[in-house]
């Protein structure tokens, strides 16, 4: 099946937990984005994995953290988590460079209570 | 911060209207891609303008790139109930390799 699949669809956490958001990309698209969107907001860059290896980051504190693997499947955690991490997180990917369209999947809804 | 900035944020029209979307960002920019999002769901990828080009066709959409002004517009043309969303500008900084997106337009189109 072609297209980002992301899992959980919604999850609720408690502040101070961690969490693992899931994210399975297309076969070939190398590069992996995850964003963070707000209620109302444009999504914010977390950071980005070009074969297994994080190539960008965003101005998203050290808690965040991310794996990319062989299988084109790849992982946002967070620890420690806030009130204000509730939002909806996405995971991006393509294949080719820069001058190509992400696909992106449907997204997590996290909320932290 | 955000790189796209769109104008307006909210836009109302008629089916088979047309509807007209600015965006104004700040750096160099290898390309601007625009994105919908359909009720907080998944972004989709619409079209992606290079840095070198001025105007480009898909479908129903026209974008145009003024990098002297450093803005874009997205026209959809003869829009459709479908064409509700909130679209989305997004640059990819020169230099750089991430989207930076602007904060939305929400385009209503009443049937």
């Known amino acids: 099946e072609t297209g980002v699949t992301q899992s959980p669809t919604h999850l609720i956490k408690t502040r101070g937990q961690q969490v693992t958001l899931r994210c399975s990309s297309q076969?070939?698209?190398?590069?992996v984005s995850w964003y963070q969107q707000a209620l109302g907001q444009g999504p914010q860059f977390i950071f980005q994995?070009?074969?297994?290896?994080?190539?960008g980051r965003g101005n998203f504190p050290p808690r965040f953290s991310g794996l990319q693997f062989p299988n084109y499947s790849s992982e946002l955690n967070v620890n420690a988590l806030e009130l204000d991490d509730s939002a909806l997180y996405l995971c991006?990917?393509?294949?080719?460079?820069?001058?190509?369209?992400?696909?992106f999947g449907s997204g997590t809804r996290l909320t932290v209570v | 911060s955000q790189q796209g900035e769109e104008d307006p944020q909210a836009l109302s029209i008629q089916e088979g209207e047309n509807a007209t979307m600015n965006c104004s960002y700040k750096?160099?920019?290898?390309?601007l891609q625009w994105y919908r999002q359909n009720s907080g769901r998944g972004l989709v990828h619409l079209i992606l303008?290079?840095?070198?080009?001025r105007e480009k066709h898909s479908g129903r959409l026209r974008v145009t790139l003024d990098t002297s002004k450093k803005s874009s517009s997205l026209l959809i043309t003869a829009s459709r109930a479908a064409d509700t969303a909130s679209y989305f500008c997004?640059?990819?900084?020169?230099?750089?390799?991430?989207?930076?997106f602007g904060k939305g337009n929400q385009v209503v189109v009443i049937p």
């Open positions: 991006a990917s393509r294949t080719g460079g820069m001058d190509y369209g992400y696909t």
């Open positions: 076969s070939g698209h190398n590069t």
């Open positions: 994995y070009y074969r297994e290896e994080e190539n």
């Open positions: 750096t160099s920019i290898n390309n």
């Open positions: 303008i290079r840095s070198n080009e």
């Open positions: 997004a640059t990819v900084p020169y230099g750089n390799n991430r989207l930076a």
